[in-house]
T-cell receptor, first 111, second 114 residues
Framework: KQEVTQIPAALSVPEGENLVLNCSFT??????LQWFRQDPGKGLTSLLL???SQREQTSGRLNASLDKSSGRSTLYIAASQPGDSATYLC??????????WGAGTKLIIKP | DVKVTQSSRYLVKRTGEKVFLECVQD?????MFWYRQDPGLGLRLIYF???????EKGDIPEGYSVSREKKERFSLILESASTNQTSMYLC?????????????FGPGTRLTVL
């Protein structure tokens, strides 16, 4: 059964730093992998979606990569800002078209 | 832009009450989902629907039922609310079943059962 893990559970970095959030999955038979952002008490906002045939996707200061063979995806945030503080979740679409979720990484950007 | 709305942001109910949570999407999406989100447990799928009047159980359907009478609306029903159903409930929709199904989420309903 597919499992998705995000480590660390929480991360605190100074403003301006580049940072990487990690997402690993146990079964490489996925259709896509999505990254979401969640602000406290709010719903989820889709950030990037990488199809299984792709290696990476970029949106502004965000870059997500996918390596199916190693079961890993990373979300790279360049020049972090306090407004980037949120919980970031990844989810893998498995062979049954079900999204399998990680528990999230809570990111705090210190001014 | 896709918009997914949920009927309430905050809801307080008493044990044993019947609770209705409503979700509406305005983009003619085929698929709709109900999740609950709890600290330390992440998102868990309760029910989903791929078509009108169609429903399938997710990972934790016990204590819940759903209704999808119209394509744009997906309702989650707690038949007899219990304190362990206190949670954040999130609704989502996607265009079609398949590899391009980016999920769009509503703002969530924080339900407290006393």
């Amino acid at each position: 059964k597919q499992e998705v893990t995000q480590i660390p559970a929480a991360l605190s970095v100074p403003e301006g730093e580049n940072l990487v959030l990690n997402c690993s999955f146990t079964d490489s038979a996925i259709y896509n992998l999505q990254w979401f952002r969640q602000d406290p008490g709010k719903g989820l906002t889709s950030l990037l979606l990488i199809q299984s045939s792709q290696r990476e996707q970029t949106s502004g200061r965000l870059n997500a990569s996918l390596d199916k063979s190693s079961g890993r995806s990373t979300l790279y945030i360049a020049a972090s800002q306090p407004g980037d503080s949120a919980t970031y979740l990844c989810a893998a679409l498995d062979s049954n078209y079900q999204l399998i979720w990680g528990a999230g990484t809570k990111l705090i950007i210190k001014p | 832009d896709v918009k997914v709305t949920q009927s309430s942001r905050y809801l307080v109910k008493r044990t044993g009450e019947k609770v209705f949570l409503e979700c509406v999407q305005d983009m003619d999406h085929e698929n709709m989902f109900w999740y609950r989100q709890d600290p330390g447990l992440g998102l868990r799928l309760i029910y989903f629907s791929y078509d009108v009047k169609m429903k399938e159980k997710g990972d934790i359907p016990e204590g819940y039922s759903v209704s999808r009478e119209k394509k744009e609306r997906f309702s989650l029903i707690l038949e007899s609310a219990s304190t362990n159903q206190t949670s954040m409930y999130l609704c989502a929709s996607t265009e079609e079943r398949g590899v391009y199904n980016e999920q769009f989420f509503g703002p969530g309903t924080r339900l407290t059962v006393l």
